[in-house]
Structures are given as structure tokens and as C-alpha cells.
T-cell receptor, first 112, second 114 residues
Framework: GENVEQHPSTLSVQEGDSAVIKCTYS??????FPWYKQELGKRPQLIID?????GEKKDQRIAVTLNKTAKHFSLHITETQPEDSAVYFC???????????FGAGTRLFVKA | EAGVAQSPRYKIIEKRQSVAFWCNPI?????LYWYQQILGQGPKLLIQ????????DSQLPKDRFSAERLKGVDSTLKIQPAKLEDSAVYLC????????????FGPGTRLTVL
């Protein structure tokens, strides 16, 4: 079946450093790529997303890049802060949210 | 606008008992999703509704799980009978084509099966 692989599973960085999380998907019909942040005991919250007709999108310290040929997309967080510590999930749904598959998550620790 | 509402927030039951969860999506969102999130894992899609019709229930364990969205708004997810491995957080999400199909999640129901 279709799959989304996310790496690394755990990432520890020093405050102010950058963090990069990568996801690879297998469903060629996926055309929307959101990233969610989930703090302990809370719901997943959308932080940034990208659509298949765009290669890169940036929002302040957060950026997402997409390589449709290679079927992978990445989350980049610059100037990390302790409040960035959380679990981050990628997803790769088809049009209309159909067949949404989430990655297994990356636990990010930002050390002050 | 109000977000996705879910109840109850927590539920503890014994195995073989039944349980039901309720979800009220964001007003106007035609698409509703139920996910199961086991501790340490990503959300797993159980069922997706478009208005009151099912568009995907391929990962729903239909021998024990059922869901409905009779009037195309609120939805209920039921487990009967529950097993130990059903312990998880059950998340409801909704989306709208007009809002780019971004999925907005509710707070979830944490189920513990003893």
C-alpha cells in the first residue's frame, strides 16, 4: 500500500541552530503536503503546507521544499527556539484530503 | 470561528465494553475525518466522510468499529466490543474545499481500555 516515511524520528538541536525533517511518499497522486506540530497532550496544528505546483514556501522561520520527481518534501526551521520543541508530522493526501497518510513523526528537542 | 469539538475528552472502559465518541466539525466543512493515534505514532485515518457519505473506510476495522454522519454535520464513532489495543487518542478533523482542504483537528478523545 501507499506509505509516507519520515526521518529522523528524533532530532536534538541547540537553540539558534537549524532543524530539517524530511518525508518521502509513494503515492504519485498526492498533491498537497502539510506539516503539523503536536505538543504533548495537544491536537496536531498546521504550521505550513505546500501544493504540488510550488517548489518552496516560506513563513518567517519555517520553510517547506518539495521535490515531486523524487517524491520527497522537507521542513526547515531556522533560528530554533525552545518553544519549537514538539513532535512534527508530515502528511501526503490526494485531492480533497482523500487517502491521507501521516508520517510517524519527528520528536524535536531544542536545548536552551 | 469555532473549532472542531469532540466529546468526551477522556474515557476509560474495560475490554469487551462499548464506547462512542462524538464530533462536531467546523461549520460549513463538508469533509470529516476520524483518526486513531496510538502513543508515539502518527494519526491513522479510519474513515472519511464527504457530507453524509463515506468516501474512504478502507482502514476501519469494520468487525468492531462503526461511524455515521447522518445529517452531514455531527458524527459519531463507535467501538463494540473494545479490545486492549484500541487504547489510543481518537482525533476528529474537518476540511473544506473552499479553505484549500486543510484539515483542522479537534482536541481528541483519549480512550483507555483495561
Amino acid at each position: 500500500g501507499e506509505n509516507v516515511e519520515q526521518h529522523p524520528s528524533t532530532l536534538s538541536v541547540q537553540e539558534g541552530d537549524s532543524a530539517v525533517i524530511k518525508c518521502t511518499y509513494s503515492d504519485s497522486a498526492s498533491n498537497y503536503f502539510p506539516w503539523y506540530k503536536q505538543e504533548l497532550g495537544k491536537r496536531p496544528q498546521l504550521i505550513i503546507d505546500i501544493r504540488s505546483n510550488v517548489g518552496e514556501k516560506k513563513d518567517q522561520r519555517i520553510a517547506v521544499t518539495l521535490n515531486k520527481t523524487a517524491k520527497h518534501f522537507s521542513l526547515h526551521i531556522t533560528e530554533t527556539q525552545p518553544e519549537d520543541s514538539a513532535v512534527y508530522f508530515c502528511a501526503a493526501p490526494r485531492t480533497g484530503g482523500f487517502k491521507t497518510i501521516f508520517g510517524a513523526g519527528t520528536r524535536l528537542f531544542v536545548k536552551a | 470561528e469555532a473549532g472542531v469539538a469532540q466529546s468526551p475528552r477522556y474515557k476509560i472502559i474495560e475490554k469487551r465494553q462499548s464506547v462512542a465518541f462524538w464530533c462536531n466539525p467546523i461549520s460549513g466543512h463538508a469533509t470529516l475525518y476520524w483518526y486513531q493515534q496510538i502513543l508515539g505514532q502518527g494519526p491513522k485515518l479510519l474513515i472519511q466522510f464527504q457530507n453524509n457519505g463515506v468516501v474512504d473506510d478502507s482502514q476501519l476495522p469494520k468487525d468492531r468499529f462503526s461511524a455515521e454522519r447522518l445529517k452531514g454535520v455531527d458524527s459519531t464513532l463507535k467501538i463494540q466490543p473494545a479490545k486492549l489495543e484500541d487504547s489510543a487518542v481518537y482525533l476528529c478533523a474537518s476540511s473544506s474545499r473552499l479553505a484549500g482542504n486543510t484539515q483542522y483537528f479537534g482536541p481528541g478523545t483519549r480512550l483507555t481500555v483495561l
